[in-house]
């Protein structure tokens, strides 16, 4: 009988020791998740480079790079937005200002980047073997400072209107 007693009593002790085991790998699993999460928003973070239009309004990067992941080096490489009037007007004679497409200057250069928005993009996505932080972006480039005419910069543009796919207006 006593035997009986301890197989019973050992047999309750596995099955607490086998809870407590399946407690501790959840509360295990529950904490790596956690850290994770904890990695990806650090990771974010530091990639957080505001994109910004000509209008100074701050956007978000997962409308411009594939899987939101801006790219490392983008300010350098696409400098800021363009802030001259002139330019502007033009610019939003070809691309209409509620679309969000961004005019980027090249703080060292007379080159002015124009970036599309996925949503528009022809050449952005799955079906591209698009990597992560891919953005679909044409520049347009001058001789040097101050040289733009504002007639052929209207023409520069209207080529790329040609790449924009506006089907998801």
């Known amino acids: 009988m006593d035997n009986i007693k301890e197989e019973k009593k050992t047999d309750e002790e596995l ?4 809870k407590k085991e399946a407690e501790a790998k959840k509360l295990a699993e529950a904490r790596k998740l956690e850290e994770d999460r904890k990695i990806e928003e ?8 505001p994109i910004r239009n000509v209008f ?25 937005p363009v802030d001259r009037e002139e330019l502007i007007e033009v610019f939003h004679k070809v ?3 509620k679309d969000n ?3 980027y200057k090249q703080t060292d250069k007379e080159v002015y980047i124009i970036i599309i928005p996925i949503k528009f993009s022809t050449s952005i ?6 990597v992560d932080g891919d953005f679909q972006k044409h520049a347009i480039s001058f001789l040097s400072e101050g040289s733009v ?21």
């Open 125 to 130: 996505g799955d079906f591209n073997d698009s």
């Open 15 to 18: 099955i607490e020791e086998v």
């Open 101 to 103: 497409i961004l005019f």
């Open 56 to 80: 100074s309004k701050e956007l978000q990067a997962d409308k411009y790079f594939y899987k939101g992941i801006v790219p490392p080096g983008f300010e350098g490489t696409c400098g800021k």
């Open 95 to 97: 691309f209409k200002p």
């Open 149 to 169: 005419n504002l007639d052929t910069l209207r023409q520069k543009l209207e080529r790329i209107n040609k790449f924009v796919n506006y089907t998801d207006r």
């Open 42 to 49: 650090d990771k974010k973070a530091k990639n957080q480079v």
